[in-house]
Structures are given as C-alpha cells and as structure tokens.
T-cell receptor
Framework: AQSVTQPDIHITVSEGASLELRCNYS??????LFWYVQSPGQGLQLLLK??????LVQGIKGFEAEFKRSQSSFNLRKPSVHWSDAAEYFC????????????FGAGTRLFVKA | SAVISQKPSRDICQRGTSLTIQCQVD?????MFWYRQQPGQSLTLIAT?????????ESGFVIDKFPISRPNLTFSTLTVSNMSPEDSSIYLC???????????FGSGTQLSVL
C-alpha cells in the first residue's frame, strides 16, 4: 500500500542553521515525490518534486531534496534557515499506479528561533 | 498548468444539513480528487472522482456521507451529508492534468458545522 511517514512532528532550528526534514515512503512502483509547504491559514505551495532523473532535486526558496531509492527516503534540506521558513511541511508520494492518487504524510511543523 | 475554481470558499452550516462543493477546472484533466484537511492535520484523501461512474473511496469514507459526481472531464462536486461538528474541515479539490505528473489544488472550502 502507498504511504508516507514523516517521523518528526515538529522541529526547532535556529535562524541561519541548516535544516533536514525526514520523509520515508512506501510505493509499489517508481514513485513521484513531492514536498509542500503550508503557512498558517494559507494554502499548499509546492516546494519541489521528483519524477525521474537526477536524484538531487532543487526547489524554490533554497530548498533541495534527495531521493534515495535504497532507503525509500526523500529528505528535504536547506543550508541556512530563515525565520520566514517557519511553517508546516508535507511530504507526498504519488505515481502512475494504484489509482494515480497522491498520499500525504502527517507533516512536520518547523519552528525557527532567533 | 490548471486553474481550479472551487466554491464556496467557506460556509457555516447547521448540524444535520448538507453542503455541496463545486470544483471547476479550466483544462482537460485525467484525475480529480477530493481531500479533507482537519484542523491542525495533514491532507487525507477522501476519494477519486471518476468521470461518469461512481467515485473510488478511501478507507473510512463512504458514498452515503460524501457523495461525489463527475459528469465531465472538468467538473466535479462533493457533498458533505448530514453534517456534524466533526465534519468541520477544509475540503480541497485537486487535479492531475493530462500528460503532467503535477497535482494542482483548488483554494479549498472552509466548512464550519455548528
């Protein structure tokens, strides 16, 4: 079955520090992987996506993610966090099997301290 | 890309009543989905809206509670029936466009049930 696990419910980092948000997925075929960000009271914004090719994917706002098939992971990283990055981050997995649906992880709330 | 018009954007309803949410897309899409985001939670897939046939529901969701129609490739409705306060959520329409792996989201319907 298709599923996504985000092990960290919330993470706190200092402004300027590096960030890594973890995501593990389960999918029976080649996955499409996504990271979305949601600020309080706002809609979802797509940060980046992986469909195929280079396993290191660059996104908006300085984020990147690396697809590791052997670990079924798609962790999100940013070298230097800004206070405006405080938000909820969702990892999602989809593809061209299993009804073409996209399943979301539970999310990780990022807090940024000055 | 796809532009999704979802309405109403918000509503306050009385317990026991029903609300129908509409989703209109400006381009031909392959798949249409309905999600629910309860307060402080992630997105949960309710169902896949199938053109001209019954929707495919995820575990925990049933047609009697969430009837869905999709009469053509660009339009779908979700009805939340016999509402209770536990149905208070944001309901989101999403689509996959033909020949694209991307998932697009409507702006959501904020539903409050009193």
């Amino acid at each position: 079955a298709q599923s996504v696990t985000q092990p960290d419910i919330h993470i706190t980092v200092s402004e300027g520090a590096s960030l890594e948000l973890r995501c593990n997925y389960s999918y029976g075929a080649t996955p499409y992987l996504f990271w979305y960000v949601q600020s309080p009271g706002q809609g979802l914004q797509l940060l980046l996506k992986y469909f195929s090719g280079d396993t290191l994917v660059q996104g908006i706002k300085g984020f990147e993610a690396e697809f590791k098939r052997s670990q079924s992971s798609f962790n999100l990283r940013k070298p230097s966090v800004h206070w405006s990055d405080a938000a909820e981050y969702f990892c999602a997995v989809g593809g061209n099997t299993g009804g073409f649906k996209t399943i979301f992880g539970a999310g990780t709330r990022l807090f940024v301290k000055a | 890309s796809a532009v999704i018009s979802q309405k109403p954007s918000r509503d306050i309803c009385q317990r026991g009543t029903s609300l129908t949410i509409q989703c209109q897309v400006d381009s031909q899409v392959t798949m249409m989905f309905w999600y629910r985001q309860q307060p402080g939670q992630s997105l949960t897939l309710i169902a896949t809206a199938n053109q001209g046939s019954e929707a495919t529901y995820e575990s925990g969701f049933v047609i009697d509670k969430f009837p869905i129609s999709r009469p053509n490739l660009t339009f779908s409705t979700l009805t939340v029936s016999n509402m209770s306060p536990e149905d208070s959520s944001i309901y989101l329409c999403s689509v996959r466009v033909i020949a694209s792996e991307k998932l697009f989201f409507g702006s959501g319907t904020q539903l409050s049930v009193l």
